[in-house]
């Protein structure tokens, strides 16, 4: 009976010792990583700002009427296309910088290439200005007629905010991982208000850039909030 119990234990020792340790580590992300992550908090921000201010300088602009992709048109018109550039520039160093942080983890890729692909449909928007309209730039009529850029400048607009929801959707899921419901629950529900803005497009400009906006800020919170809060546990 001893020699048995004696046996038995060593074999339980034995398989204990066979089997492999799964260990759970935190992955810090890199100088480059976390450099590259307050790319995609600065660009909403830096969008934003730009647009804000331009709206309240230039003459015949109006928050209620016009939406801030026009103010790329005009001889002033050259700043806002240089926003969508920068803007562009930084999400998809952004995107990157996220791909870095998340490493292996939940919303690795499916969260970080959507917001590459928006950042590339700001440059496609500097590319294919908005058409004029609704008295901007000044002289132009109150109807806007619908032009081939004006048509490829908002198709640009629709799958990079399309691809933007993608990603808030997508990066709730690590969010919570992290331990951040509330901001995990507030990812999925951006998203939903910022298509009840486009949808309200055709009966308030304001609704829309409200609705683009609130896209804009929501990424840069969360990409705030991934960069610099705790890293979640992977498996190595």
């Given at each position: 009976?001893?020699?048995?119990?004696?046996?038995?234990?060593?074999?339980?020792?034995?398989?204990?010792?066979?089997?492999?340790?799964?260990?759970?580590?935190?992955?810090?992300?890199?100088?480059?990583?976390?450099?590259?992550?307050?790319?995609?908090?600065?660009?909403?921000?830096?969008?934003?700002?730009?647009?804000?201010?331009?709206g309240?300088?230039?003459?015949?602009?109006?928050?209620?009427?016009?939406?801030?992709?026009?103010?790329a048109?005009?001889?002033?018109?050259?700043?806002?296309?240089?926003?969508?550039l920068?803007?562009?520039?930084?999400?998809?160093?952004?995107a990157?910088?996220?791909?870095?942080?998340?490493?292996?983890?939940?919303?690795?890729?499916?969260?970080?290439?959507?917001?590459?692909v928006?950042?590339?449909?700001?440059?496609?928007?500097?590319?294919?200005?908005?058409?004029?309209?609704?008295?901007?730039p000044?002289?132009?009529?109150?109807?806007?007629?619908?032009?081939?850029?004006?048509?490829?400048?908002?198709?640009?607009?629709?799958v990079?905010?399309?691809?933007?929801?993608?990603?808030?959707?997508?990066?709730?899921?690590?969010?919570?991982?992290?331990?951040h419901?509330?901001?995990?629950?507030?990812?999925?529900?951006?998203?939903?208000?910022?298509?009840?803005?486009?949808?309200?497009?055709?009966?308030?400009?304001?609704?829309?850039?409200?609705g683009?906006?609130?896209g804009?800020?929501?990424?840069?919170?969360?990409?705030?909030?991934?960069?610099?809060?705790?890293?979640?546990?992977?498996r190595?």
């Open positions: 009976m001893t020699v048995s119990r004696t046996l038995s234990t060593r074999s339980r020792a034995s398989r204990t010792a066979a089997a492999p340790h799964v260990l759970r580590v935190l992955r810090v992300p890199g100088p480059a990583g976390a450099a590259a992550v307050w790319c995609a908090v600065a660009a909403g921000p830096l969008f934003l700002v730009t647009g804000i201010v331009q309240v300088v230039r003459d015949g602009f109006d928050f209620t009427r016009n939406a801030i992709s026009q103010l048109l005009g001889q002033a018109g050259w700043v806002q296309t240089v926003n969508f920068v803007t562009g520039a930084l999400l998809v160093a952004g990157a910088g996220l791909r870095r942080v998340l490493g292996r983890g939940a919303g690795c890729v499916w969260g970080p290439v959507p917001v590459g928006f950042g590339v449909s700001f440059w496609a928007a500097a590319a294919f200005p908005a058409d004029a309209g609704a008295g901007f000044a002289g132009a009529p109150d109807t806007a007629v619908l032009s081939a850029q004006g048509a490829v400048h908002m198709a640009a607009g629709t990079g905010y399309l691809a933007l929801c993608g990603a808030l959707l997508v990066l709730a899921r690590p969010l919570a991982e992290r331990g419901r509330g901001w995990a629950v507030a990812s999925r529900l951006v998203p939903v208000a910022v298509l009840c803005g486009f949808a309200a497009s055709a009966v308030s400009v304001l609704a829309f850039t409200a683009a906006g609130l804009l800020v929501w990424l840069a919170a969360v990409a705030l909030r991934l960069g610099t809060g705790p890293a979640a546990a992977v190595p």
